[in-house]
């Protein structure tokens, strides 16, 4: 996966920049197959921005925004909001019912 941080007017630090990796690196271990994730960080007066764009497997792609008063809190809260957006699309991929088609099969014989 590749993470693409930028800022039209902020300067992204090595410091942000490792920051925004370790906060995505919770995201992987929840789902691996993430292809390109861009991270654009924005400053308008006194609100900090953070968005996320995530093109995941089978063309899925995600999107999430936050703001608050700090970079790195904005930062939390675009992880958190991106971390339940991942649990909830790796939920709809999984085949909760599988079970019960084997077992009805198993009956039909």
């Known amino acids: 996966m590749q993470i693409n941080v930028s ?3 902020v300067d992204v630090t090595p410091a942000l920049r490792s ?3 370790s906060k995505f690196e919770r995201i992987l271990r929840h789902f691996d197959h ?3 994730v861009g991270v654009q960080l924005s400053v308008e ?3 900090h921005k953070a968005d996320a764009t995530l093109h995941a497997a089978a ?5 999430a925004e936050a703001s608050a008063d700090d970079m790195y809190a904005a930062i939390d809260a675009l992880a958190d909001k991106l971390d339940g957006q991942i649990r909830k699309h790796k939920e709809k991929l999984t085949d909760h019912h599988k079970g019960e088609a084997l077992r009805a099969a198993e009956r039909m014989v």
């Open 19 to 21: 920051y925004v990796e």
């Open 45 to 47: 007066k006194l609100v």
């Open 34 to 36: 993430l292809h390109d």
């Open 59 to 63: 063309g899925k792609i995600i999107h």
């Open 7 to 9: 800022g039209p007017k």
